[in-house]
């Protein structure tokens, strides 16, 4: 088991910022893809972003493009979400999650992944 514990949600005005980690407990995270997800009231669990093993090819959604940037410190065995100018539509739990995985790849899929974390909520107000 590789349990992930996410950091960092809470609540903030529409423009501002926040940054999520998800630190990897028990084990390194040097080996694994990471990813995270969201998950709105009465809707389901979506992609947001992705981070290859190597640390050198990312994916986001459309909506969080030049917003929203992953990132990983595999020293920390932790893997961050900056969170810019957030709009309340970005309101929901996130989750992060890890796949074990050593190549370039990312995943944007919810099945692709092998273990979450709890989740941690963001609420943005206008």
């Known amino acids: 088991q590789v349990p992930l514990v996410e950091s960092g949600g809470g609540m903030v005005q529409a423009g501002g910022s926040l940054r999520l980690s998800c630190a990897a407990s028990?084990?390194?995270?040097?080996?694994?893809?990471g990813g995270w997800f969201r998950q709105a009231p009465g809707k389901e669990r979506e992609f947001v972003a992705a981070i290859s093993w190597s640390g050198g090819n990312t994916h986001y959604r459309d909506s969080v493009k030049g917003r929203f940037t992953i990132s990983r410190d595999d020293a920390k065995n932790t893997v961050y979400l900056q969170m810019n100018s957030l709009k309340p539509e970005d309101t929901a739990v996130y989750y992060c999650?890890?796949?074990?995985?050593?190549?370039?790849?990312?995943?944007?899929?919810?099945?692709?992944?092998?273990?979450w974390g709890q989740g941690t909520q963001v609420i943005v107000f206008s």
């Open positions: 999650a890890a796949r074990v995985e050593g190549g370039s790849l990312y995943y944007s899929g919810i099945y692709e992944y092998d273990y």
């Open positions: 028990g084990r390194t995270f040097s080996t694994y893809a």
